[in-house]
């Protein structure tokens, strides 16, 4: 695939000497390749102005001069910004097109959003007007507020329209519609730049050029666990926690693993029914399990009720994440969208691209146990605010901090079908109801039937220890005139 070639500007690095190319007539500065010196142009004339950071591995399947297609257009990757938040890292990369015009491509663990900058037709408000959940209309459309943090750009390389200063934190506000569309605040520009995209699958950009299928931290990065010195070794650089495979205490790894990294100790470990490392073909896609969690949700206005689930956090390169739930109504699958559904006034119900989901359960739930690696910081009593709707076989669910609000959809699937993609011997086993609700539903109180039976044999034992006790007082008939017998179906004695 070839993309039609603009006319082009390459001066020597101010720094190194190396050529440096403009290509797009948008672009004001460049990173250098050899020396990563910061050059901004003027005109025919090119300065540095500093020097940036080396660039944060995030093993995407992307690279610079990787080329696809969106529509009918085509475009060339020709630069990278990378930025951190509270939530993670993210990066965009920046998107020559044939006909000159500029879009990013928004990376987020797998997920991909093509956006094109855009007027909001208003003055944009400071971003602590916008609350997390609130709905807000800008350019004549409702969104719904889905995000709000402090970011920083960490590092970029190639050339850019834009770059704000590194390591100095500005507020970026996200905001999605119903028909997932994306809209984006950024203010680390003045006044703050809007841009707005829709999702889209690396597949269907038809990409050519892409980087080889190495995901994993080649030569083992490792570092001794903060708690008890066994030796921990991440698989993705993107990891934001991570669990010590000796003592299951969960490592933040927010501020990096050089310095004191922090960590929190488990209480009893609770052992997954499919084992991390696990790789297996699931519905037509291979998914390797990096992460498992067991989560537990109580009733808003009952504290005392309690009820359990377990979520697995699945991986593909090109798929990014996806989550694997088991819950006494059985297993499900759910990933992360991009759009905000449109909730009635009082929250019964959502409608999501053509579909009306009904609210099933609404409820607090917060992390008991977990293990393993996940792209977000990870603590144990962690806790969210979720709502649970469906619609059939569908499931669509909420999550909400007071910093973001999040939405996935799923759908539930057969437990013989999990059992056979993920090696899972004892069928029984998938049975088990002390495992809980999905993040799309929940379960009821995480009491199956295997406690139940555990809990009526007690009761028949200590009967039956009353009622000898009762025949050795009486000299043994083992009738009284009361129902105190082991043998008491519904009726009367006979």
């Known amino acids: ?131 997390v959940g609130a709905t807000t209309a800008i350019g004549g459309k409702s969104y719904q507020v889905t995000g709000n943090e402090q970011v920083a750009l960490i590092s970029a390389e190639g050339e850019l329209p834009k770059l704000p200063p590194v390591d100095a934190r500005f507020p970026v506000v ?4 119903a028909d997932n569309e994306v809209l984006a605040l950024d203010y680390g520009a003045t006044p703050p730049a809007a841009t707005r995209g829709r999702p889209v699958a690396l597949e269907e950009l038809a990409f050519s050029g892409l980087r080889g299928e ?26 934001k926690s991570i669990t010590c495979p000796a003592c299951k205490s969960i490592i933040d790894l927010t501020r990096g693993v050089a310095g004191a990294v922090g960590f929190a100790e488990q209480g009893e470990a609770v052992e997954p029914l499919i084992p991390l490392g696990t790789v297996a073909q699931f519905q037509g896609v291979h998914w ?29 390169r090109k798929r990014g994440f996806t989550f694997l739930l088991d819950t006494t109504e059985g297993w499900s699958v759910a990933k ?27 409820y607090k739930a917060q992390v008991n146990f977990a293990e393993g690696e996940f792209y977000w910081p990870v603590e144990r009593g962690q806790v969210t605010f979720n709502r649970d709707y469906a619609s059939g076989n569908k499931l669509l669910a909420m999550e909400e901090t007071p910093r973001e609000r999040t939405w996935s959809l799923g759908s ?51 009967i039956a220890i009353l009622d000898a006790m009762d025949d050795d007082r009486t000299g043994g008939s083992g009738y009284s005139g009361s129902r105190s017998g082991g043998s008491y179906s519904g009726g009367s004695h006979k």
């Open 1 to 131: 695939m070839a993309t039609t070639p603009q006319r082009s500007y390459t001066a020597a690095c101010p720094g190194c000497g190396a050529p440096v190319a403009f290509r797009s007539a948008q672009s004001t500065h460049a990173v250098c390749s050899y020396c990563r010196s910061t050059v901004v142009r003027e005109g025919a004339t090119v300065a540095r102005v500093g020097k940036m950071a080396e660039l944060f591995d995030d093993h995407s399947p992307l690279q610079l001069q990787a080329r696809g297609k969106y529509g009918e257009r085509e475009f060339s990757v020709v630069g990278r910004l990378q930025y951190r938040g509270d939530s993670g890292t993210w990066t965009e990369w920046n998107c020559l097109f044939s006909d000159g015009e500029t879009g990013w491509l928004a990376e987020d663990n797998g997920s991909y959003v093509m956006a094109f900058a855009v007027d909001a037709n208003r003055e944009i408000p400071e971003a602590d007007r916008f609350r």
């Open 174 to 177: 996200e905001l999605r519609s």
């Open 214 to 239: 190495s995901t994993k931290l080649e030569g083992g990065l490792q570092f001794s666990c903060p708690h008890c010195g066994a030796p921990v070794t991440p698989r993705f650089d993107s990891s």
């Open 288 to 316: 390797q399990v990096v992460g498992y969690q067991n989560r537990v949700g109580t009733e808003p206005d009952d504290p005392d009720e309690h009820f359990g689930w377990d979520e697995y956090l699945l991986y593909n």
């Open 336 to 362: 992360p969208v991009t759009g905000a559904p449109e909730l009635s006034r009082d929250l019964t119900t959502a409608s999501y691209l053509g579909t009306q989901y009904k609210q099933q359960y609404a």
């Open 412 to 462: 539930k699937v057969d437990a013989a079908e999990v059992a056979k993609a993920f090696g899972i011997k004892n069928k029984e086993l998938l049975k088990r109801g002390d495992s809980g609700p999905v993040a799309p539903g929940k379960a009821g109180m995480g009491c199956g039937c295997a406690t139940l039976v555990v809990i009526v044999l007690v009761i028949l034992i200590f």
